[in-house]
């Protein structure tokens, strides 16, 4: 572990060159009884206020490994963090005391978790756990900090918010639960949210709802958002540009009209073809042959390399660097002008 | 066991409530959420039936009563004509290893403690004909290879494991046994496009090799379309639009059908702002409390007098060829889907 070194918080007000948020060659591993589990391995990417970066990719890609890192809930140990940099306003937080990181933390950067349903605590009202946060963040008195519940309630549309606020989670459905943890997340005005499948359990009229939601809050406080989904559909209609995650590394990056029509990895493009269309019922899908990677033994060169229709003799041994193919574009592939191309192999 | 074609499940009238209750010592109940209220569908043999609807308009409870992991209120699930409600002992287990049930949740439905192996090797305790004990380990790790593990992940646990990969884990337990029912609730909803992909062509085809019967419940839209051979749409404990897929999808009746296929996201960016939906207002309300009539009356622009009065029944309407339960059906083109 590398000891802490400051106390100094991200400063306020303007940001100068900095972006709001920079992750920066980041790396976690786990200890585990049959190895070092590599799970995030140089992950780059970086949010402006009021933008929505997607992040995309493989299940087990590390995703939710760097969200974790970057609101500094990891268990260390097991977890490790060998290499890297999280820039908030310029201060990396992997610096900062316990102390200040916890100022930060779910005040300056929030997280609506991918379990949300399940992170409510069952035995305590909505209206505590919301007030909660201004009681202990805040130091309100009660009653103030239950009118600030109601107001927030008022705000993600829960109707008759302040007959509800002493209403339990159970007698709430799961897309108001929802609204209750997106509550919970903006009361204190984040500059950053990170919303790991903040819809993956709900039907499309409540996602459409909350993702509606999400980006009436983001006009509002010109907040960031790192939106972490398998959805390609939601991601098509609110997200300004995408990362796409491999083996615990971005292999793509790029604004969200560029990689739909012409992604450059073919990772990527592997995905894109996996949808489900119309004209395709009855017959098998696309999907990218292969098992995924072993995080503890992963394969030599390009990690992509044993299920790659575009592979050649140097992706087995050279490990591609995320080559910049313009100014907002990047992927971590070899010969990303077949891949742009269309050229198969 | 059934052939090709023939009615593998009966589900008729089925009505599941919870009661609800007050007081912490001397619980009095005060009501019901009427989570499942007056349901009816058939599912023949090889065939899948898909089930959408809003979060919390009685899917799982649905599944789980089909599964007789809850006892129905009242109604019957025929499975091969007998009534597994009805059913106990040497009955209700052979009954059970016929219907198998891959779950929504993949945090909580594993158990930390246990391994991967021990997890989907569980069945095989209470069904040793499947697996004698010295091919145990063997099936369990084709099992694993057939969802895509890697099968020397046999002794790892759970949290190792990332949600996408404990979905995997849920379905290869399912498929253990073998059954001629899954209910499949929520199978690919944590899972990347890919991997879900190929669970779905897996499922595929298991369903033509073992003539395998899906109940299919799902979110995702144009997954359901896909795998689906009838559709059934749920909303607040009733069902209430049921037909082929290509029915459902391009001539649905239903108000509230025609709002849930406006509001799936196009995976495509362009022409996003020009987008058209119909963005349900309001609420579903309490299924303690569900309205009279229509229950989707609260949020319906079509709303008349009469659907407050008369509850309108799932059945054929003029002018489409499936069932609908809505006064004032009428088909409507919505946005199509994928
Ligand atoms: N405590 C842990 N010990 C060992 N390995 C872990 C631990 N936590 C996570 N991992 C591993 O780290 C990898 C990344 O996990 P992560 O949860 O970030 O995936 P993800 O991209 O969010 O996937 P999904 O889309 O399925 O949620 C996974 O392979 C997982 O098995
Ligand atoms: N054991 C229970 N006791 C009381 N109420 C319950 C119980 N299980 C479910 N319910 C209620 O029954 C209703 C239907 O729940 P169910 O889980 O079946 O919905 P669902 O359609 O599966 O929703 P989702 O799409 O969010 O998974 C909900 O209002 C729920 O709160
Ligand atoms: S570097 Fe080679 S193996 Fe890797 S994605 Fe590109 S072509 Fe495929
Ligand atoms: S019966 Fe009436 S309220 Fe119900 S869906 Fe039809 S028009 Fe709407
Ligand atoms: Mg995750
Ligand atoms: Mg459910």
Redesign the interface.
């Known amino acids: 572990m590398r000891k802490a070194s400051t106390d100094v918080l991200p400063a306020e007000g303007g940001l100068g060159n900095e972006p709001l948020l920079a992750v920066e060659d980041l790396h976690v591993e786990f200890a585990t009884r049959a190895g070092i589990v590599r799970a995030v391995n140089g992950v780059s990417y970086s949010l402006s206020p009021g933008e929505t970066l997607a992040v995309l990719g493989e299940s087990g890609s590390g995703k939710s490994v760097t969200a974790q890192a970057i609101m500094g809930i990891l268990d260390m140990p097991p977890a490790r963090i060998p290499k890297g940099e999280i820039r908030f306003r310029g201060t990396d937080l992997l610096k900062l005391s316990d102390e200040a990181r916890t100022q930060v933390r779910g005040q300056r950067i929030a997280m609506v978790f991918q379990d949300a349903l399940s992170a409510l605590n069952p035995v305590f009202t909505v209206g505590w756990q919301i007030s909660e946060m201004f009681r202990v963040h805040r130091g309100m008195s009660k009653r103030d900090a239950v009118n600030k519940a109601v107001e927030l309630m008022d705000k993600v549309r829960i109707p008759a918010a302040r007959q509800r606020v002493n209403d339990y989670p159970h007698q709430f459905s799961g897309g108001m639960r929802q609204r209750i943890m997106i509550a919970m997340s903006i009361a204190l005005d984040p500059e950053v949210l990170i919303a790991d499948e903040p819809t993956t359990a709900l039907d499309v009229t409540v996602q459409a709802q909350i993702m509606e939601l999400l980006a009436e809050l983001q006009r509002e406080s010109n907040m960031g958002m790192i939106l972490i989904t398998h959805d390609l559909g939601v991601v098509a209609d609110v997200a300004d540009k995408i990362a796409v995650m491999y083996g615990g590394r971005i292999v793509e990056n790029a604004p969200v009209h560029d990689i739909y029509k012409t992604p450059a990895h073919p990772y990527t493009k592997g995905l894109l073809e996996s949808i489900p269309r119309v004209d395709l019922k009855g017959q098998e899908l696309y999907a990218i042959k292969g098992l995924p990677p072993n995080l503890l033994d992963m394969p030599t060169g390009c990690a992509f390399h044993p299920r790659c229709p575009y592979r050649q003799d140097n992706c087995v041994t050279d490990n591609p660097p995320l080559y910049e193919i313009s100014g907002t574009r990047s992927s971590a592939c070899h010969y990303w002008r077949e891949v742009l191309d269309g050229d198969q192999g | 066991m059934a052939t090709k074609g023939e009615r593998i499940l009966e589900v008729r009238d089925l009505v599941k409530h919870f009661p609800l209750t007050q007081g912490i010592l001397f619980k009095k109940q005060i009501g019901a959420i009427k989570a499942v209220d007056g349901v009816s569908f058939n599912l023949n043999k090889g065939e899948t039936l898909g089930i ?5 308009c009685g899917k799982s409870t649905l599944a789980k009563v089909l599964m007789a992991l809850e006892r129905p209120t009242s109604g019957s699930v025929e499975i091969n004509g007998r009534d597994i409600g009805k059913a106990s002992g040497g009955e209700l287990k052979r009954m059970r290893r016929n219907i198998q049930m891959v779950m ?2 993949p ?2 439905s594993l158990n930390p403690r246990k391994t991967v192996g021990d997890i989907i090797g569980e069945p095989f305790d209470i069904h040793t004909e499947v697996a004698p004990k010295g091919e145990r380990r063997r099936k369990v790790q084709e099992l694993l290879e057939v969802v ?3 099968p020397d992940h046999i002794n ?1 646990y759970p949290h ?6 404990r ?1 995997r884990i849920g379905i290869a337990r399912g498929l253990a046994l073998q059954p001629e029912i899954i209910v499949c609730d ?1 199978p690919v ?10 669970v ?2 897996l499922l ?1 085809r298991l369903q033509n090799e073992l003539d395998l019967a899906y109940i299919f419940i799902a ?5 359901v ?2 795998i689906s051979d009838r559709v059934a749409v749920m909303y607040l404990g009733k069902m209430v639009e049921i037909g082929k ?1 290509a029915e459902i ?1 391009d001539k649905p009746a239903h108000p509230y059908t025609q ?2 296929l406006s ?8 022409g ?1 702002e020009q987008r058209e ?1 119909i ?2 207002q ?3 309300p309490s299924p303690a409390n569900p309205p009279s009539g229509c229950r989707f009356r609260t949020r319906c622009w079509k709303a008349q007098e009469i659907c407050a009065e008369e509850e309108p029944l799932l059945q054929i309407r003029p002018g489409t060829a499936h069932e609908s339960a809505c006064h004032f059906a009428e088909t409507h083109d919505v946005v ?3």
């Open positions: 959408v609807g809003e979060s919390g929504q949740d945090y909580t895509g593990l890697n790892r190792q494991f990332s949600g996408g990969q979905q929520e909803s944590a899972l990347d496009v890919s991997i879900q992909a190929q779905i062509n595929e979110h995702d839209l144009s997954v379309r896909h897929d999808y709002a849930l509001a799936v996201p196009v995976p495509d960016p362009e996003r939906r963005i349900l309001g609420d579903p199509h889907v994928g």
